[in-house]
């Protein structure tokens, strides 16, 4: 079955939705590997701190069978239909890589661009797999994190979820 990355957001009732995604992912796909959780500032709109982290699971779902799984599951925890990229939401999961695909499948981009460009992806994301490699970049996630120099600020943050630390 095919690795696959999803970044989870919440700036709305932050833990609340955290937990509930994580909860209503783990009902769907079964265990989760979980990065730690960070605290990143909204970027490209006015709103509160958003908590964010990044999830693994194995599925047999295609591309677009497992969009239409993670869309259902934000509906469900309030995500309005029409809601704009930016602006400020209960729960974001968004498909970072499945597997080495590359390019725009079922109106995915793969790898999800904002894995370079945004720290509150990339960290998570090189604590959970750093030895990985960025499917078009090449480079173990880790690397990339050490090489990272864009001015954003994240900061870990304490979660518990099921009784353990993330």
Do not use: C, K
């Not at 609340?16 to 979980?34: H, K, M, S």
């Not at 259902?72 to 968004?94: K, M, N, W």
């Not at 890589?97 to 995915?108: A, F, S």
């Not at 994190?145 to 353990?164: C, K, L, M, N, S």
């Amino acid at each position: 079955m095919p690795q696959v990355y999803l970044g989870l957001g919440s700036n709305i009732e932050r833990e609340r939705y955290i937990v509930a995604g994580l909860d209503a992912l783990t009902q769907r796909f079964g265990e989760l590997q979980v990065s730690p959780v960070y605290s990143s500032e909204a970027i490209g709109f006015e709103g509160q701190p958003f908590l964010n982290l990044v999830v693994g699971l194995r599925t047999d779902l295609s591309i677009g069978e497992l969009a239409g799984q993670l869309r259902h599951i934000e509906f469900e925890h309030g995500r309005p239909v029409a809601a704009s990229r930016f602006s400020s939401r209960q729960l974001d999961i968004d498909i970072l890589t499945y597997d080495n695909v590359i390019g725009m499948v079922d109106g995915v981009e793969l790898p999800r661009g904002e894995i370079l460009e945004n720290a509150f992806v990339l960290r998570p994301l090189a604590d959970l797999a750093g030895e990985e490699v960025h499917p078009e970049a090449g480079r173990a996630y880790a690397e990339l994190w050490e090489a990272y120099d864009r001015p954003q600020r994240i900061e870990r943050v304490a979660f518990e979820w099921r009784g353990r630390q993330l």
